[in-house]
């Protein structure tokens, strides 16, 4: 590659660059950018170009950085993030819109308490737009900057990453009412000859339950039925299929109407913990500090719980400490 006639970089250019490099594909950032791949090409080579130096190389069949691509990169990151305040505080200045946000979720949680608890925060803040993302690998959207805010139950040790505690996650073990009194389910043991309904065949999503007991307690939970996703397991739960284990919110409607019966209800399973996490350098930003703060004060009522729970026992039904938290969420 010759770079004998170097040209001044310009700002598009490092835009480009900059999506580039977090996604690694052509056709990806043409698609962000809403240009077609050989605009992107063209802007990549032109930069390059003008640098003097190679930023992205072919590694097999995958595209990577070079070293003075990364660098590169990381002042990009900043530059474009100062850009993004100084904006914000231009329109502030004017009143006008902050901008948007894609604020993302677990799906369940997402469909059932974000959105729910939302409409206020937009009707308060008409010069802020929310984008809302619901998926379960939300960790790499994130870093990549395809989402700004998240709202996950996975506890993230990074040092990137601005992290606030948020809301503790309860489960209950479920079923129909009918189904409870034709097995006879009125304790742990009772559900070693049920039909476990839970998102993997290996048990590591009841260890939740489990874990909550007194290993003496603890059943051998033999019948696994695999549903890989929580509105499955409380629609066959509803239909007499089986015990289901799943976030209380996910049933808040159908234990209202005993539709369905929280089988244990004086055991205090072991509990997520949903965090608010977003870039440390996106977090001093006026709409996310609006956003966040919003979060913070939200107290969901699918989150409430009617007087406090006593522990689990042998003689009366209450279960010992756990041994830690299962972070696994929907």
């Known amino acids: 590659m010759s770079y004998n006639h170097r040209m001044p970089c310009d700002l598009y250019q490092l835009r480009v660059f900059f999506v580039l490099a977090k996604t690694l594909s052509f056709t990806e950032t043409a698609k962000k950018l809403f240009v077609t791949q050989p605009a992107i090409s063209q802007a990549l080579k032109k930069l390059e170009e003008s640098l003097g130096c190679e ?4 590694r097999g069949k995958q595209q990577a950085l070079t070293e003075n691509g990364t660098l590169l990169y990381q002042t990009c990151e ?4 100062r850009l993004d305040k100084a904006e914000e505080s231009i329109r502030r200045n004017a009143r006008d819109f902050l901008g948007t946000i894609r604020l993302g979720a677990t799906v369940e949680f997402g469909n059932h308490v974000l959105v729910k608890n939302m409409k206020k925060f937009l009707d308060d803040h008409e010069n802020i737009h ?5 998926r379960h690998d939300l960790l790499p959207a994130l870093l990549s900057d395809e989402l700004d805010v998240i709202v996950d139950c996975r506890d993230i040790s990074d040092a990137r990453l601005d992290k606030k505690s948020l809301f503790r ?3 209950a073990v479920v079923a129909a009412p009918d189904y409870l009194r034709r097995h006879k389910i009125r304790k742990p043991k009772n559900l070693e000859g049920s039909r476990i309904l839970s998102l993997d065949r290996d048990g590591t999503w009841w260890e939740r339950f489990l874990l909550a007991l007194p290993e003496p307690e603890r059943p051998v939970l033999a019948n696994m039925v695999e549903i890989n996703h929580l509105r499955g397991i409380v629609a066959a739960a509803h239909d007499g299929m089986g015990v289901g284990l799943v976030p209380r ?3 808040a409607r159908e234990l209202a ?9 004086e055991i205090t ?7 608010i996490y977003q870039k440390k350098k996106k977090a001093d930003l006026e709409k996310h500090r609006i956003l966040v703060t919003y979060l913070l004060s939200i107290k969901p009522v699918e989150f409430g719980v009617a007087g406090k729970r006593r522990p689990y ?3 009366d039904h209450s279960a010992g400490k756990g041994e830690g938290v299962i972070g696994r969420c929907r």
């Open 78 to 81: 900043d530059i474009f993030y």
């Open 269 to 275: 399973l072991l509990e997520d913990h949903f965090f």
């Open 313 to 315: 026992s042998a003689d």
């Open 55 to 58: 930023l992205i190389f072919k």
């Open 130 to 134: 929310v984008d809302f993302v619901f």
């Open 169 to 171: 996650e309860k489960y």
């Open 257 to 265: 109407r005993r539709e369905l019966q929280d089988v244990f209800p």
């Open 249 to 251: 919110y996910c049933v």
